[in-house]
């Protein structure tokens, strides 16, 4: 019989961060996040110098101090969580979710129309995927009750589901959206199960009547707005050219008043000359009085005249980490701060994710157009490219399968050694389809600035742990879209 060869070990996969003063890995392979000790910084910085075998690094551990027995213990305990390992440890795919994963939302474009004309647009600029010619600018009653009996049949298993309605502009089929809602929660409710619903809208079309419905129905509401009025106007405008500030301002305020059962969140989308961050987020929060405000870079090939450079994009960073900083503030008070982007992140975190693939599009998260056609999500709605088969006629597998197989982290070599990827996973699909015509594409033109905004979100959660990790409870339902 031949001696077992001992291992010799290496550093694994991992990210180091601190918070509140605490030294903590991010710990790539299983999305994880682990407070350091003395005894694991010691592994570490022995290793860091190059591989050891394992009787070299016990006998540096007890040269150290620690007991030998406590020495084997580390060393076995740090390579079960892969903190070390063996040498010629490879990289673990990671699991593909099965082929029969369950929906867990459907996204509903009630229309393709919309009474804006912004131009940076996704679904009418100049990056269009959508090929709606020929198909129904609305949605009818019996397209949108096939689709709730679509999602109900799509979703076993999952006591709760979810509904967003989507546009074009989302309100201008508001009776359509009134009947689903009271459709599906019949049809939940006959199974036992229930259905949470969520709209986004532009607001020019909110009146009181609709604001009490919604609220009476616990409609969660997000408003694209893009701040105060001078920039807010840029881009988001009426198809005469006249911005839209003055007419959604007071219906926003209507909303919040009004909207009592759900928190109102506001998106807003920066382009060049909307980066001013800081200044959008205490218009909103502040004067208009949003829970929550969340920002997204607008997604678009690099030349359009509304995209965000490279310098443009740092402005944005140094303006998230002012945010980031009071976020922190405020979380060490019990308070939520309201900025979105920082809650999806420490949700993520706390709630362990690592993604095989950016999004749930195409898996728990499907989009529906008018038509009925099935689509990723709603930026992918009356793409023929992108279809994904009807509601009448169902899911096409091997469409689905190829969406997803490309999506999939594991097909996306240049993410393999990024520490980001358990959350990142190479970011939006359609903004991958946008910059480099694959939604299979690592959107490798933004790697950078995604890796210091997680660091930065992985020191507030550290911080949170360490000095009120009561307040890190709070994550354990969110869910961004
Ligand atoms: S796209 Fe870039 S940041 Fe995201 S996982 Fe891939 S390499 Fe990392
Ligand atoms: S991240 Fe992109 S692909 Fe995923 S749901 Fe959002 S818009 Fe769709």
Known sequence: MMAAVAPTYRLGEFH??????????????????????????AVIAELSAGAATHEELLARLTARGFPATDAEELIGELCQMRVIVSQDAV????EAPPADFPLQSLVMNLTNQCNLSCQYCYEFGEDKVATPEGKPK??????????????????????????TFFGGETLMNFPLLKQVVTYANAQAAAQGRTIDFSLTTNATLLTPAIIEFLSENRIGV?????GPAEL?????????????????APRVR??????????????????????????IFRHLKQDLGFHEVGFAPVTTASNRLYAIGERGMDGVLEQFHVLADEYLEYAL????????????????????????????????????????????CHRFVDSDTHSLGNIRTGVDRERQADFLTRGNINSKYDCHTCWARPLCAGGCHH??????????????????????????CLHIYGAISAQNPEFLEKFAERKAL
Request: hydrophobic share 40%; net charge negative.
């Open 138 to 163: 609305f949605m009818d009653l019996e397209t949108a009750h096939a689709s709730v009996d679509f999602l109900l049949a799509q979703s076993p298993g999952r006591k709760a589901v979810h509904i």
């Open 254 to 279: 209507a909303l919040i008043e009004g909207h009592r059962t759900r928190p109102i969140t506001a998106r807003v989308t920066l382009t060049n000359g909307v980066t001013d961050v800081v200044r």
């Open 91 to 94: 990289r673990e795919p990671l």
């Open 222 to 226: 997000t408003v694209s707005m893009d």
């Open 431 to 456: 903004e991958a389809f946008v910059r480099y015509g694959d939604t299979g594409h690592p959107n490798l033109h933004y790697c950078d600035w995604v890796r210091d905004w997680t660091h930065t």
């Open 16 to 41: 180091s961060f601190d918070g509140g003063g605490h030294p903590f890995l991010y710990l790539v392979p299983a999305g994880a996040i682990f407070e350091m000790d003395d005894a694991v910084a």
């Open 333 to 376: 008070r019990g308070e939520m701060h309201g900025f979105s982007n920082v809650s999806d992140t420490i949700a993520e975190l706390y709630q362990g994710v690592n993604k095989s693939h950016p999004c749930g599009a195409g898996l728990g998260l499907m989009g529906v157009g008018p038509s009925g056609d099935i689509a990723p």
């Open 232 to 248: 807010h106007d840029k881009l988001r405008v009426f198809a005469n050219g006249q911005g839209s500030y003055d007419i959604i």
